[in-house]
Every structure is written in C-alpha cells, then in structure tokens.
C-alpha cells in the first residue's frame, strides 16, 4: 500500500457477551487488515440506551496474550478481575488490563447507566512478554486543544502530551473531537502505521471520507495526519497507532497465542478452572463456557505485505 493511501476498513456487527449479547460495530481484525501496530482487536458500540438493549453483562471470562483497553464516551461500567481488581470505567478514563499468561475479568454496565457508549481495544502482546503478569492500570489523561480539536491522549504521546501507562511496544491512542467545520493537523510518528475510527461527524482522513463506525487506515511514511470535520456539529474519533507487528498471532475467542497448540491448552486450562486464570469474585453468575475448537488447525493471523 501506497503510504498515500488511505484504506478503509468496513465495521461488521458482532453479538458479545453469551447468552446476554449485545451488539458491537467490530473493525478489526478482519480478513483485509488483522492488525494496526500491535492493536488487534477494536470493537465499537453505542449510543445504547441501556433501558432497551439491556446494557453491558459480560461474565467471569479468560484472556492471554493481551492487553485489554477499555474507554467510554458516555455511561459506566464496572471490571472486576482475578487479580482483586475492583474498579469503574468512566468516560475520558482509561482502564487496561494485561493478560499476559492468563487473567480474567467481568464488566458490567452499572445500574445508574442509562446510555452507554465507546470503544473495546486489544493490544497484542510480543512474544518476549505474551507471559507477562497479570496486571492493571487506570489513568485520566487531561484534555488539551490543538488547532479545532480537543485531544486526550490514553497511550503513548501525541501534540507534546504522554500518557504514564506502561506497553509493551510503541503505541498511540487518542481521543480527537473535531469542532464542528475545522480541521485538525497531528505531527505523527513516521514509524508508525495509524488507524482513525470515527464514532460520529462526517470526517475526512488525509482528504479521504471515513464514515461513522469505519476505521481509516495509514501505512507508515506519514508525518502529519489531517483529519477534517465537514459537519455542523463536533465530530468524535479515536486514533490509534503503532510500530508494524512484525510478529504471526494465533487469535482464536478471548485468547492470542503463536500456534494452535498455544490455543489448546488456554481453552482446556479454562474449562477445568486452571489457576492460570484465577477467579473473580463479585460477579452473580456462571463463568462463560469457551466455545468447541474449530475442526480444523487455526492458523496464524498475517497483514498484507507492504508495498
């Protein structure tokens, strides 16, 4: 791909959650693009009001091999995890949690919600670190202007600011609201590959439209991104940003591995209640069974080759 290209890549809707589902706009991975730096995963959701769909009701669930980032434009939900962790995610507030070997978690939107609204992120861990400890980290990154936008940078650094949480590769993620008829231009890392998910407002990438629920994405080569709003109100997006992930991943349900065999012994250590994952305690109702494996070896994960 041309570094200047914009590629967009089409949301699908995904039901989440088990028997509880609701419904999520997921842009990646999909066939054309698995990932975007180490950003692997980026699920889409709301505005929900929680009266009608029901809310967030995620079971005691696993994950390896991963980071999980969860951040809200609206409502509140409650993580509880094996490592003790209680906390709130709020919106403007960051919450990620590391896998790593294995670490599970619920998340449920609370009582008081009545809309709820943002974006459910994965990052892939390298392989130097996939075992890494369970971990977790909460941050409220300070809104600051640039040019016609307001920014709040979750990881990594962009426009001057840097977030504290700890990644294991070089990461950019940002919440940009783009005031009604302006134009933003963010001096961006050249190394870096990026990926503009737009959440509401008509919004042009590099003079490239990405409608609302899309994510536009730019190969590494630029220094500058120009994201324009055309719309008579503010326009939400969130950007996100790394380093190519050189490395093949095996995803297969909530777990990232290196081989189908990786994958095996997760879904098992699960099904028998393994230490591996822990327990979570809070949560009034069953853990989330894991699905059959495919009748097939799941095979690595791989981006197109860059041009």
């Known amino acids: 791909m041309d570094h200047t290209e914009v590629e967009i890549l089409t949301a699908r809707d995904v039901p989440l959650g088990g ?11 999909q066939r054309a693009r698995t990932l975007i730096g180490a950003w692997c995963f980026a699920d889409h959701y709301g505005p929900d009001r929680v009266a009608e769909s029901g809310g967030m009701d995620v079971a005691p669930h696993p994950h390896t091999g991963l980071q999980t980032v969860s951040w809200l434009f609206s409502g509140e939900i409650e993580h ?8 709130s995610v709020r919106p403007g507030e960051i919450n990620l949690m590391t896998g ?15 809309v709820l609204h943002g974006v459910q992120l994965w990052v892939a861990l390298p392989d130097a670190h996939r075992h890494a400890p369970r971990d977790f980290q909460h941050h409220a990154p300070r809104p600051f202007r640039v040019d016609g936008a ?15 949480v700890r990644t294991f590769t070089p990461l950019l993620g940002a919440e940009v609201v783009i005031d009604a008829g302006a134009a933003v231009a963010l001096d961006v890392d050249p190394d870096f590959e990026h990926g503009l998910l737009v959440d509401d407002g008509d919004v042009h990438l590099d003079g490239t439209p990405v409608r609302p629920a899309d994510l536009g994405y730019t190969a590494p080569g630029r ?7 055309t719309s008579d109100r503010p326009a939400r997006t969130v950007l996100l940003g790394g380093t190519p992930f050189e490395e093949e991943i095996v995803m297969w ?17 699960w099904e028998r209640a393994s230490d591996r994952f822990g327990s979570v305690d809070g949560y009034p109702g069953d853990r989330l069974p894991a699905p059959a494996l495919p009748n097939a070896v799941i095979t690595p994960r791989k981006n197109p080759a860059r041009r």
Request: hydrophobic letters at 35%; glycine letters at 8%; a positive charge.
């Open 253 to 269: 349900w909530n777990f990232i591995g290196r081989s189908h065999q990786d994958i095996v012994e997760a879904r098992e250590a």
């Open 19 to 29: 028997p509880r589902a609701m419904t999520v706009r997921r842009t990646l991975p």
């Open 80 to 87: 509880r995890d094996s490592l003790g962790t209680h906390a």
């Open 223 to 229: 220094t500058t991104l120009l994201l324009r709003n």
């Open 150 to 164: 307001e920014v709040r940078v979750f990881l990594g650094t962009l426009a001057g600011a840097t977030s504290p």
């Open 100 to 114: 790593g070997h294995g670490i599970s978690h619920t998340e449920v939107s609370t009582p008081d919600t009545t």
